[in-house]
């Protein structure tokens, strides 16, 4: 049983992995990865002088940690409120609705986005013109990206979350739920005796496998959604849009593969302080 | 066993068919090329038509493929480093052409492979322009026969200018009070409706072009737009500058205020970054009171605006000088991908459609009598019945532009201030001494990435105006330029230009 998952690793993951020596050559087609030559840490001095290094790391630190928090959260609720609904009909119509974003590209939210927020005849600012009040600059403000942001990023993946949660929700033993409506225990003592103590597990690994991806931004969505709007670059640019921006001209394998370097390092890091931390306070849900 | 029977007929049928047909294929070169822009709705037509010649005139077929204006900076490297199934791309000194020259993605073009496979096309080009395509000595372009005689210019609506009373604008700095006009009168209009990809800096150039001595601009990487490092183009010493020096940072300041005033005033939409529909796409659908192009590439939309009854008045924005560097032979080309299959039949193939009459014609405006055709006074004209809106293949549109447009007749859509904006655009040219000049960021790689990243972030604001206080946002523009170390980048473009200018001797 083990033979497909371990071939299927070895091919998509640990062989193209060589591929890291790229990060320390001076990249050429005619040489590729392995014949171009080596120049030791040039390509990192690109990513770590640019000034922006510190900056774009806490954001994108920063980002994941409440997009985590908030998928997390929001999912774990929207499965809860779900399994709790008694109408089949509308469970099925809700559950529909909550996962069709997340068949929508990023690109054509970015122009939902855009339609809604732009300055000259967006939604909202032909409402509040409408009301009479003045109108918003949305595009140049980076405060309203703060909230923005993580809506957009909760509205298209809650739905797929919920289904995780929702999937070990329904595998819990009804004989739980009986044994406390026996004991008297009303919908919400239940929620939080029966249903969270047994989902934790699913809760910790789901999480954990998050924390493995913590560095690597949701590329898709600031690349759309912001693109190189320089009045809110501080506030949003991660290390996958400076890295794009700064090279999608000159298309230089070597520098692009030494921040994704950088960013694998990090996230090992950080997955081995977290889990470490999981083992030692229940080591039966540690990833290893 | 009558089903067992059945199936293997099917099978060795199948086989045969397809023995037979790989047979077939293999005769037939099958040719990919890529051109950039959106394929026109009529292009399988032509592509029907253009194969039906090239398969009896060299036995080949040919399918185009698009790279798209908003994706260009990153899919055009894209589609040569992954080497499959192209044989031939468009190229330019604006589009890469030096990068992935240097870069090992183009096949090299000899002189003596041009007069063996291109002989049309070898008699069609003064010989000056085999010398401009040089990359390390090498040449790898095949460049048009006619570079455009074209400058930028910006188009305003004449008719809405007459009815407000505003007098005759000359120079882009003067339109001030039309913008105004469009502003109070036109509800549904935005006076500078920018996109995010080409119209972010170009009233911002055009602003520099009248305040700024002439100057050529060095692009140090195919996603930033220039006004970085520049160069006076009527110096034969090839004085070279930033735009942290003067007299381009007193001009550079002075365009950003005029932008900011006009920002400020609700000129230009606010939020460019966002926008995704080119001026001269909203002009021409009465959605802008300006559009930003050139002499060339306004004609694909002149018809248009004529039949929705505005009165398009084309401006040229020159330097202040009153000159616009001439095209280089370089600026419309093509080139062959270095793992095409077929150089040759690739090469063949390129000799007619640029200067076959019935191939150019065919690639350039579509089928006759059903995109364009021949009027009785000799000029080209759209078929009746049809509009320049319905038109599925519009003249220019399709993104061949390398091929020898002096084949053809004159477009029946010029309207009488067209003929002479056109006449008077020998009178503007001028050879720039920095034409052939090839800059090679190899060195100052690191250097390069973090200037386009500042630039993107701090100079795309200064162009449209959108800063509340244009001299402090230059001081960080410049101390975050110094910061990502301009100074070694203009050493280096200093060194190259004066082997450049020795080279010339």
Redesign the interface.
């Known amino acids: 049983m083990f033979a497909p998952v371990a071939l299927y690793f070895i091919i998509f993951a640990y062989v193209p992995m060589a591929g890291i020596v790229v990060a320390f050559k001076e990249y050429?087609?005619?040489g590729g990865i392995f014949g171009s030559p080596w120049i030791g840490f040039?390509n990192f001095?690109?990513f770590f002088?640019?000034?922006?290094a510190v900056q774009v790391t806490v954001n994108t630190l920063l980002y994941n940690v409440v997009f985590l928090a908030a998928y997390s959260f929001f999912s774990i609720l929207v499965a809860i409120l779900i399994s709790e609904m008694t109408g089949r009909w509308f469970k099925k119509v809700s559950q529909t609705i909550l996962f069709l974003p997340y068949f929508i590209s990023w690109v054509t939210v970015?122009a939902f986005v855009?339609n809604i927020f732009?300055?000259?005849y967006g939604l909202v600012n032909t409402f509040l013109k409408s009301i009479g009040s003045e109108p918003i600059?949305i595009?140049?403000n980076p405060s309203w990206w703060y909230f923005i942001l993580p809506l957009f990023y909760i509205w298209k993946w809650v739905g797929f979350g919920s289904v995780l949660y929702l999937a070990t929700i329904s595998g819990i033993d009804q004989e739980c739920y009986e044994a406390a409506t026996i004991d008297g225990a009303n919908a919400f003592q239940k929620i939080w005796y029966v249903t969270l103590p047994l989902i934790r597990p699913t809760i910790v690994i789901l999480v954990l496998l998050g924390v493995g991806r913590i560095m690597r931004g949701e590329f898709d969505m600031f690349y759309q959604l912001i693109?190189?709007?320089?009045?809110l670059?501080?506030a949003t640019?991660i290390i996958d849009t400076?890295v794009f921006?700064?090279?999608?001209?000159?298309?230089?394998f070597g520098?692009a593969s030494a921040a994704g370097l950088y960013q694998s390092v990090l996230c090992f890091v950080i997955l081995m302080v977290v889990n470490a931390f999981v083992r030692r306070y229940d080591e039966s849900q540690a990833l290893f | 066993m009558k089903k067992k029977l059945l199936s293997t007929v099917a099978v060795v049928a199948l086989v045969c068919t397809m023995g037979v047909s790989g047979l077939w294929a293999e005769n037939e070169t099958h040719l990919t090329g890529y051109l950039l822009g959106s394929a026109p709705s009529g292009l399988n037509d032509v592509v029907a038509a253009l194969n039906q010649k090239l398969k009896a005139d060299l036995n080949a077929t040919m399918d185009i493929n698009y790279i798209g204006w908003n994706e260009l900076?990153?899919k055009y490297?894209?589609v040569l480093?992954a080497g499959e199934n192209i044989d031939w791309i468009f190229t330019a000194d604006w589009c890469q052409y030096m990068?992935q020259a240097a870069?090992?993605?183009f096949k090299e073009i000899t002189v003596a492979d041009v007069q063996k496979y291109m002989p049309k096309h070898w008699a069609a080009t003064p010989k000056q322009s085999w010398g401009q395509t040089k990359v390390d000595g090498k040449g790898y372009m095949i460049t048009t026969a006619t570079p455009d005689r074209k400058v930028t210019v910006f188009v305003i609506r004449g008719d809405l200018r007459k009815k407000y009373g505003i007098p005759p604008v000359t120079k882009f700095s003067d339109l001030g009070p039309y913008l105004a006009a469009v502003k109070k009168n036109e509800p549904s209009m935005?006076p500078m409706n920018l996109d995010?990809g080409f119209d972010v800096s170009s009233p911002f150039g055009y602003a520099m072009n009248d305040f700024a001595p002439p100057y050529w601009s060095l692009q140090i990487?195919?996603?930033?737009s220039g006004f970085l490092l520049v160069g006076n183009f009527e110096d034969p010493a090839r004085s070279s500058y930033s735009i942290l020096e003067e007299p381009y940072k007193a001009a550079f300041v002075k365009a950003s205020k005029l932008m900011k005033k006009w920002y400020d005033l609700g000129y230009v939409?606010?939020?460019p970054?966002?926008?995704t529909v080119r001026s001269l796409d909203s002009f021409t659908q009465g959605k802008s009171g300006v559009a930003f192009t050139n002499s060339v590439n306004v004609q694909a939309n002149l018809k248009q605006m004529q039949d929705s009854g505005f009165d398009p008045e084309i401006i040229p924005a020159v330097c202040s000088t009153g000159h616009y560097p001439a095209d280089a032979f370089t600026n419309n080309g093509v080139a062959i991908a270095?793992s095409s299959k077929a150089p040759e039949k690739t090469m063949q193939a390129l000799d007619l459609i640029m200067e076959d009459p019935a191939y150019d014609y065919l690639v350039y405006f579509g089928i006759e009598g059903k995109n364009y055709v021949i009027t009785k006074d000799g000029k080209v004209g759209l078929p009746e019945g049809v509009s320049a809106e319905q038109n599925t293949y519009p003249p220019d549109a399709a993104g061949f532009w390398f091929t020898n447009k002096d084949l053809f007749k004159p477009l029946a859509s010029w309207s009488e201030k067209y003929l002479a904006l056109k006449k008077m655009i020998p009178s503007y040219l001028y050879n720039s001494t920095f034409t052939g000049f090839a800059f090679t960021?190899d060195k100052v790689?690191?250097e390069?990435?973090?200037l386009?990243?500042v630039m993107?972030?701090?100079?795309?604001?200064l162009y449209i105006g959108?800063v509340p206080d244009v001299d402090k946002a230059f001081a960080t523009y410049s101390q975050?330029l110094k910061?990502?170390n301009i100074d070694k980048v203009e050493t280096e473009m200093k060194a190259q230009i004066s082997a450049f200018s020795s080279a010339q001797k």
Do not use: C, I, W
């Not at chain 2, 990487?221 to 930033?224: D, L, R, Y």
């Open positions: 050429n087609y005619r040039e001095k690109f002088g640019s000034g922006k970015s855009y732009n300055f000259e600059n595009y140049s693109g190189n709007n320089g009045f670059m501080d640019d400076l921006r700064s090279l999608v001209g000159s298309q230089d520098m | 900076s990153s490297p894209l480093a990068t870069r090992g993605a935005v995010s990487s195919p996603s930033t939409n606010k939020n970054f966002a926008n270095a960021p790689k690191t390069v990435a973090n386009t990243n993107t972030q701090y100079a795309n604001p959108a975050k910061a990502a």
